[in-house]
């Protein structure tokens, strides 16, 4: 079981950008994952 991978997800506008160092973005929006017995789950709407 994975829980709670948070992710960052770019929209294709041109000024969006995500820090990889920082974990950091603009532009874009945050959600999680959770990944049990092979079904993943999102709180993305």
């Known amino acids: ?3 709670n991978v948070k992710v960052y997800e ?3 506008k ?3 950008n995500f820090d990889l ?3 950091t ?3 874009g929006r945050v959600f ?3 990944v049990s ?3 993943v789950q999102t709180s993305k709407p």
């Open 1 to 3: 079981m994975v829980k």
């Open 10 to 12: 770019l929209s294709a």
């Open 14 to 16: 041109p000024k969006s």
């Open 21 to 23: 160092s920082h974990w």
């Open 25 to 27: 973005g603009t532009g």
């Open 32 to 34: 999680t994952l959770n």
């Open 37 to 39: 017995n092979g079904i």
